[in-house]
């Protein structure tokens, strides 16, 4: 379904559907920081942004967070998004409660923020969390085997967020080809950056683990943004401003397209197919955008980025949400079109 | 099948199988270990030994290793036994290859002794390791978790060994619920001594795990010795004889039967009837014991025990092995009577 036109340059022109940022990171759950985050998505492309329940400053694992949440981003998010919410040891019970307020339960288990570190912590989110609604984790390693296992164990559909490894991702190849029911997706960064740039960030694939990204890419469900971007910017010693990473994603995947690495329909089917089905999000009929093929970007815009001085080849040209022409040669233009809250109802009108 | 018969004293009597030692710890895999321990294991009640593929000295990890272990026990061992092998993070293939010659494949993570830390390395075990060949595992916690996943996938059925916390029982018995093919033994030691009692024995489980062992009784498998009773020992800074722990065996759980905790079916189910299936070990049609049901024992006989002071009521009166009376009230007779190596037939006959 992928049209191509020539528009008003040189370059060659296609038409996609609006994108979806399925982990969208924020500084906070503020105002400011939804209203800016959600800019850089529409700026990129992104028509639709699933939050993640964990921010540099605070987390959704209760009713009151994300109902204070919910609240900064009234009228105030540049694209649709809905609010996922954050297993913890402590809230089985009263997080299960949030379960048809929110995109998903998260189990996220980097620095143990979650405090969950036993089995059977996982085994009662499992227990306790309705089986027709979205469980996704960033667990890693005999941690993620723990979590498959239990998935497995309790019948369940699992997404894994951000598989960074050569190890985990061979597991979960390993477990799709035995029809276990899990997707996954990899971070943009995570295909185009390594420990071996960045000695020490270990968020990074090595440069083996990223190869074996590439080499398993027809089982990679999404492409992700997430938090990586930002870590690495805070690894290097750099201040980002509210959604570091974002306006990189599209000309990354399409400099990739530009080397023969992937198709355009790769792309389109991790940021926006297969996102859609995974996590049950509803039609965005009047949103899309228009992208310039091998168009070379202007590198070196101020902000530090680990891109600086390298060419990209592909650029997000225009943008449109909910029929308005959001986005048009760089340029924002929002006469207050807000994005709509869809945590609630997300997957309620496709079961 | 078990009678009541009154015996040369005013304790009632019973005849049970030969019992079977699934997890015999040696101090190394030397002749004089082999033939000291089984000695123990004859005095004890128990005819069959299988030995763990680790010492205090050394592996069994390679042909040469096993073959000279087997060379060692022949003509030495006073009951039967066959010797497991250990897979490592370098053995996946050449381990394999001695799948009909051993007991069965030994996934060991204590002190990771096995250098086995990625999943992809166990699934690699699975994979060459023949599907009707017997695995077991001392995995805990979320390796235990992994080890499960991986057995699942591989549609392959595994013992746990030496289970001693609150959350590894209850993931098996979750697992068990679901029907996975998995097996697991406690040890007696850890259903009679915890942390509790010795403040950083981490090998025992708490008060807390121990409770939670005796409520799944009905889920335990197999009832083992392993490697408790010398570690803590050695805890505790003494110095024990070769097969230290054997012996008090049988008197710890008919204690447990003189106060109702336990039937002595549940007893044979657990040190024989279980054991022979989940191992698929030969018949040892001539071979039983006789138990002095209540008999009190003498306490403090020399060597250290964490059962001194501490009444038992049960002994093991006379055992009988190949239809020899090899043991008649403390004293053994073996008159040149060798235990045979069952490694390579163990399974080949029950197929
Ligand atoms: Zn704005
Ligand atoms: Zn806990
Ligand atoms: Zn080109
Ligand atoms: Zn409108
Ligand atoms: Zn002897
Ligand atoms: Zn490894
Ligand atoms: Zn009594
Ligand atoms: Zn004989």
Chains 1, 2 share one sequence.
Not at 55 to 82: F, P, T
């Amino acid at each position: 379904s992928l049209s191509s036109v020539d528009y008003q340059s040189s370059f060659q022109t296609e038409n996609l559907p609006g994108l979806i940022n399925i982990a969208a990171y924020l500084p906070e759950f503020s105002s400011e920081a939804i209203s800016d985050y959600t800019e850089e998505c529409i700026a990129a492309g992104f028509t639709m942004a699933r939050f993640l329940p964990f921010s540099k400053k605070g987390v959704l694992a209760d009713k009151d967070s994300l109902a204070s949440a919910k609240k900064s981003a009234l009228d105030k998010a540049h694209c649709d998004y809905n609010f996922s919410v954050m297993a913890s040891s402590v809230n089985e019970e009263t997080i299960a409660d949030l379960n048809t307020e929110s995109g998903c339960l998260y189990l996220h288990f980097e620095n143990n923020s979650s405090g969950i570190n036993h089995v059977t912590e996982i085994a009662s989110h499992f227990s306790l969390w309705p089986q027709t609604q979205a469980v996704v984790t960033d667990a890693k390693s005999t941690t993620l085997a723990s979590v498959l296992l239990l998935a497995s164990l309790h019948n369940r559909r699992i997404h894994i967020a951000s598989v960074t490894s050569k190890d985990d991702i061979n597991l979960i190849v390993l477990a799709k080809q035995k029809s276990l029911p899990v997707t996954f997706d990899v971070s943009i960064y995570s295909l185009f950056f390594t420990q071996n740039d960045y000695p020490g960030a270990r968020f990074l694939p090595t440069l083996e683990d990223q190869k074996e990204l590439w080499s398993k890419l027809e089982y990679i469900d999404c492409f992700s943004i997430g938090s990586i971007p930002v870590r690495l910017a805070e690894f290097t010693g750099h201040k980002v401003s509210t959604g570091y990473g974002v306006r990189e994603a599209v000309p990354l995947l399409l400099s990739a397209v530009h080397e023969g690495r992937l198709s355009l329909n790769d792309v389109v089917d991790r940021l926006y197919t297969n996102p859609k089905i995974i996590f049950r999000l509803h039609d965005q009929d009047d949103s899309g955008l228009q992208i310039e093929i091998d168009r070379v970007i202007p590198s070196g815009t101020g902000e530090w980025s680990p891109l600086a001085g390298k060419k990209l080849f592909g650029s997000v040209q225009s943008v449109k949400f909910d029929c308005h022409d959001v986005y048009f040669d760089g340029e924002l233009n929002f006469k207050s079109t807000y994005g709509r809250d869809y945590s609630s109802v997300s997957t309620a009108e496709n079961t």
